[in-house]
């Protein structure tokens, strides 16, 4: 069962534009929710991340909103940057397991020039 | 650089064989992930330690086994190779429990090839 769903595979944005990468999950036992960027043969890095108890955070280019009744977060990026191609992943921690984080699919986000 | 260190960065090796994976965390971080990236399944998470003890774990096979050191370092250990085993292997760290401000920092990968 997949208990987080990116169902955007890729974006495409133009540079300056917002870009805004969706994530939907079934499982009400998260307590942090992270997002990752990842580059080809590369570890993913770490970006942002919510508690579930907040709705909204922001760090310079990067907000995150979360929704928790619809079960929904989002990463906006403004104004969004050619380096800011890669993938992107949500990745929510699972309560009171460690650090254990259920990774999304994955949305792979092209922004061009 | 995450400060999270793995070796080796490629491997090959056979069916049957055996090979061991090894990571450094970041300075400081007591405990060390293991995640599993293959094509069909994404990035999974395999098991956590936290100061040399177990403390989650995830759908590990039972080839595999991991542990962590004295010195905070980690080996994961994988057995009996198949070929759906290839994948790419995360380590990653964090300083506490569930991890220090909520940040847990990934390695490079080790990337696994079996023929």
């Known amino acids: 069962d997949q208990q987080v769903k990116q169902n955007s595979p890729s974006l495409s944005v133009q540079e300056g534009r917002i870009s805004i990468l969706n994530c939907d999950y079934t499982n009400s036992m998260f307590d942090y929710f992270l997002w990752y960027k990842k580059y080809p043969a590369e570890g993913p890095t770490f970006l942002i991340s919510?508690?579930?108890?907040?709705d909204k955070n922001e760090d310079g280019r990067f907000t995150v909103f979360l929704n928790k009744s619809a079960k929904h977060l989002s990463l906006h990026i403004v104004p969004s940057q050619p380096g800011d191609s890669a993938v992107y992943f949500c990745?929510?921690?699972?309560?009171?397991?460690?650090?254990?984080?259920?990774f999304g699919q994955g949305t792979e986000l092209s922004v061009k020039p | 650089d995450s400060g999270v260190t793995q070796t080796p960065k490629h491997l090959i090796t056979a069916t049957g064989q055996r090979v061991t994976l090894r990571c450094s965390p970041r300075s400081g971080d007591l405990s060390v992930y293991w995640y599993q990236q293959s094509l069909d399944q994404g990035l999974q998470f395999l098991i956590q330690?936290?100061?040399?003890?177990?403390?989650a774990k995830g759908n590990i096979l039972e080839r595999f086994s991991a542990q962590q050191f004295p010195d905070l370092h980690s080996e994961l250990n994988l057995s009996s190779l198949e070929l759906g085993d290839s994948a790419l292997y995360f380590c990653a760290s964090s300083g506490g429990i569930g991890g220090s401000g909520n940040t847990i920092y990934f390695g490079e990968g080790s990337w696994l090839t079996v023929v």
């Open positions: 990745a929510p921690r699972v309560y009171n397991q460690g650090g254990k984080l259920i």
């Open positions: 919510i508690s579930s108890i907040k």
């Open positions: 330690y936290y100061n040399g003890e177990e403390r």
